[in-house]
């Protein structure tokens, strides 16, 4: 046995940890696609020279050739055994070839002819095919054009024995009846009157019509064909004569109100598809003589009546006349399943003649220039388009009815948008103005302009109301623009609170810069003036958000119920903007009424140069100034506005507040003063006893005696009971006050500073 084949060292080791491994390949190198059965190598290469030079591909095709080698050796050597035992089997191999290849060869050669025989079969069948495809379209274009030939002549011969003259036989002459009675087998004594005549005509119309439509279908499948070309004057003159006639059939119908003539001519309108010369005819027939009487757009006519651009009586008289004059029509048009649902006789006949009188003979209707007057036009008008909307049988005739142009039209003439602008102007610019006033200006016996007491007190809170509800006033508001009209009452409200909280900022600072404009009624306004405004805003708050949140939830309920928990929230928080500046009022009132305190309380530094190097004894009463401190307050809270005005809580609050901030500023003032003095007497006495040293004299001279300060600090000590006897007297605990303890504490002699005894 033959030793195994040597393996050729591999240009690279799988356990090499310092090269890549055997089988690493690039990632545009994929080995896999060289056993798919599709594998072309020129392909293979061209693709990836577009993006591998060539050198290195030839380097990565001979590694793998070699890798490839390698692997292979290693397989023989595995089964070397078997490898040579092989060929001792391969014995007279190619003898055995050539005896399978005979058998094979013929078998090709059978398979060949079969192919061919087949395929000649195949194509003598195609073209058989195609022939006989021809054959039956040439057929068919034949009979299409046959049948076109005979419904022309029939269409020809039913219309030669409609009469010549529509004149003829509207009025049911004998003669014409005469002429009526040839091939459509219909006796004399059937057209005895025009009735029956009208309805005979109608009926051979329709049928003409449905002749008319086969006609078109069979134009739609054969154009561009001579035969058909030559034809098209002969059609065309029957399409003209077919439509007169028609119409004039129409005509005498409606003036007849003839239900079966007008329900066969609309059929036949429906069959030829010309819906628009119907409603077109019943427009000029019946409702333009009609409207022209109630709204004349001739000018001898509009001079001769009383011009006015109110609409309401004329839609009044429309919605008899449609009732009287229109609704058999409407019903007809309305059968069920008769086919007739193609017609819109409310929008393109009716509407469209209302909207061309109006346009005509009342411009001024469509102007948003007077809105109240626009707006009285607009919803009668929505009233009208709602009664036309109820002779529409169903729900999908309500939204053709819609769709119409002639509808969408109508609508473009009312112009919401310019009549909300100046509605925004009339509403908004009214507030605006009485919120540029400089001053406050109250009212007495308010009314609003429905005769209800407001009870308010200020102008601009009147304003305010009467503007909030004129958002949702029956002759302001359109239902379709509600969503602006909610934004604007929003915006009131925001322009009031921002008048008044720009109001209070301007009081604060008036004394070092100019006061903006707007401004000028919150630095002339008194405390009392403030009491007005906490008042209104009370009011306001609780009408917002209690009788005016709830009309308007009811105007608007019909809309879902998200929507309107968001207006809700909206008005709710425009309330609530208003209630939260009752606080800053408060503190307005209270900080004018400290200044005036302020005022009286620096009398008390007049309590030193008293007693400062005098000789006075102790203070026994306590002083003046005391008894008008607390005056301002005590005339406001006493005054009428408080009395009528504020509520309980409110002048607790309000006294509680002016209480605690005016004892604080005494706290402040008497132990600035009790500091100084006893800061001046402490030099002075270190002064004295240093004389008293350098002269030899006894440093207690003066120890029995009282100082200044005692004194001092005695004398406020009785003003601040008589100003705790004051407090009490309003209602308020001094002791309560944390100032009033600290300043007890402050100048109380020291065997009384625990207890607070007034």
Known sequence: ???????????????????????????????????????????????????????????????????????????????????????????????????????????????????????????????????????????????????????????????????????????????????????????????????????????????????MNRLKFYMAHAQNLPFIENMEKRIQSA??????????????????????????????????????????????TIVAPLIQKIIPHETSAVVAGSYTDELENDYQQIKQSIDKDCKFLLEISSTENSGLHVFDFLANSILKEVLLAIQKGKPGAFSPGRPTEFLKNYKSSLDFLALLEGYCPSRSAVAKFRSEAVYVEFMKQWNIGVYFSLRFQEIAGALDSALNATSLVPVQNVLSAQGISLELTLKQSVTLLESLRSCWREDVLVLSCSDKFLRLSLQLLSRYSNWLSSGLAARKVVGNTVSSPGCEWAISAVPEDFIFIIHDINFLAKEICGDYLERVLKLLSSCSADVLDSIKQSILQGGKSLKDLVPLLINTIIEALVEKSIEDLRQLKGITATYRMTNKPLPVRHSPYVSVVLRPLKALLDGERATIYLTRETKNELLDGAATEITGRYYELAADLVSVARKTESSLQRIRQGAQRRAGASSDVSDHNVSDTDKICMQLFLDIQEYGRNLSALGVDAANIPAYRSLWQCVAPPDRQSTINL
Not at 26 to 32: A, T
Not at 54 to 82: G, K, Q, V
Not at 249 to 272: K, P, S, V
Request: charged share 25%; proline share 4%; net charge negative.
């Open 239 to 284: 399409s003209l004569i077919l439509d007169a006639i028609l119409g004039h059939c129409f005509t005498d119908g409606l003036e007849h109100q003839d239900a079966n003539a007008i329900y066969n001519c609309l059929r036949a309108y429906a069959a030829i598809d010309n819906t628009r010369s119907a409603e077109e005819i019943f427009r000029t």
């Open 1 to 211: 046995m033959a030793d195994p084949i040597p393996a050729a060292t591999p240009p690279r080791s799988a356990t090499d940890f310092f090269s890549d491994p055997l089988d690493s390949h690039p990632l545009w190198f994929k080995p896999s696609l060289f056993l798919s059965a599709n594998f072309d190598s020129e392909s293979y290469i061209s693709e990836l020279r577009t993006f591998v030079p060539f050198d290195t591909l030839r380097s990565e095709l001979d590694a793998h050739l070699a890798s490839l080698n390698h692997e292979l050796i290693d397989l023989i050597n595995r089964d070397y055994a078997d490898f040579v035992n092989l060929s001792t089997k391969l014995v007279d191999v190619d003898a055995s070839v050539v005896r399978m290849r005979a058998p094979l060869v013929e078998l090709r050669e059978k398979i060949e002819q079969y192919r061919g025989s087949v395929d000649r079969s195949l194509v003598a069948l195609r073209n058989g095919l195609n022939q006989r495809s021809e054959a039956a379209s040439a057929r068919e274009t034949l009979e299409l054009l046959l049948d076109t030939f005979k419904v022309v002549s029939k269409v020809e011969k039913l219309i030669k024995e409609l009469p010549s003259m529509p004149a003829d036989w509207s009025n049911g002459d004998a003669d014409l009846a005469e002429k009526n009675s040839t091939s459509n087998g219909i006796s004399t004594q059937h057209v005895e009157n025009g009735t029956n005549l009208r309805e005979t005509q109608s009926m051979l119309l329709e049928r003409i019509a449905s002749e």
